[in-house]
Nanobody, 120 residues
C-alpha cells in the first residue's frame, strides 16, 4: 500500500559527503513527519534526523552541524545531506515516514535500509 524507496548510500572516505534520498509511494493522504534512523553492527537503532510537515527539524547530537535534513512535500521525498563523515557514522540508514493513508489509518512506514560505510 505504501512503499519507501531509499537511495544514495555507499562507501566514502572520512571527511567526505553523501546524500541520501527517500521517496514515499502509494495511497498516501498526508505525511506528518519523515526522517532517518541508523543501526550500526551490535548497536540499537537510533534516530539521526527528523523533519515535520512544517519543516521543524531535530537531530541526534552526534550529527548536529554535519548532517542536514530537508523535505520536498510535493514529491513526498526526504533528503539527508551528510558532510564531514566519520567512521562512526558507518551504519545501515533507514528512512521512515509517519503518514496517513487514503483509507484513514495513520502509521509508521520504513524503507529497506541503505548501507553507509565511512572508511579509508
Amino acid at each position: 500500500q505504501v512503499q519507501l524507496v531509499e537511495s544514495g548510500g555507499g562507501l566514502v572516505q572520512p571527511g567526505g559527503s553523501l546524500r541520501l534520498s527517500c521517496a514515499a509511494f502509494g495511497s498516501i493522504f498526508s505525511i506528518y513527519a519523515m526522517g532517518w534512523y541508523r543501526q550500526a553492527p551490535g548497536k540499537q537503532r537510533e534516530l539521526v534526523a527528523r523533519i515535520t510537515s512544517d519543516r521543524f527539524t531535530n537531530y541526534a547530537n552526534s550529527v548536529k552541524g554535519r548532517f542536514t535534513i530537508s523535505r520536498d512535500n510535493a514529491k513526498n521525498t526526504v533528503y539527508l545531506y551528510m558532510n564531514s563523515l566519520k567512521p562512526e557514522d558507518t551504519a545501515i540508514y533507514y528512512c521512515y515516514a509517519d503518514l496517513r493513508v487514503v483509507s484513514g489509518t495513520r502509521d509508521d512506514y520504513w524503507g529497506q535500509g541503505t548501507q553507509v560505510t565511512v572508511s579509508s
